[in-house]
């Protein structure tokens, strides 16, 4: 079982800056992989990033290729999402989940967090 907690977000102005972070509970976030998924109003959830159990191998959404960089700290239980250049369309719910690696990083997740909202001012 792991736990996720997403402390942060927050509102920011177009072109600014913002860092998420989810701390996971347990002795096996090291076997996980990572992922950071959004909800916009009337719309699906979808994949932001991912990060393997190993830290060696990430995964990013088209929309956020080279703005957003994701990141994990072992010893600190800890994923990171670092958000630059934000857009009034990155506004959302993002939600930290977890799988237990190896696997695909687009695959389903089995455990997420209550999710933290994140809105982008024009």
Same mark, same amino acid.
């Given at each position: 079982q792991v736990q996720l907690v997403e402390p942060g977000g927050g509102l920011v102005q177009a072109g600014g800056s913002l860092r998420l972070s989810c701390a996971a509970s347990g002795?096996?976030?090291?076997?996980?992989n990572m992922g950071w998924f959004r909800q916009a109003p009337g719309k699906e959830r979808e994949i932001v990033a991912a990060i393997s159990w190993?830290? =060696?191998?990430t995964y990013y959404a088209d929309s956020v290729k080279g703005r957003?960089?994701?990141?994990?700290?072992?010893?600190?239980?800890? *994923?990171?999402?670092?958000?630059?250049s934000l857009k009034p369309e990155d506004?959302?719910?993002? =939600?930290?989940?977890?799988k237990r690696g190896p696997a695909a990083l687009t695959s389903v997740?089995?455990?997420?967090?209550?999710?933290?909202? *994140?809105t982008v001012s024009s």
């Open positions: 002795r096996t976030f090291n076997n996980y190993t830290g =060696y191998s957003f960089t994701i990141s994990r700290d072992k010893s600190k239980n800890t *994923v990171y999402l670092q958000m630059n506004t959302a719910v993002y =939600y930290c989940a977890a997740y089995d455990y997420w967090g209550q999710g933290t909202q *994140v």
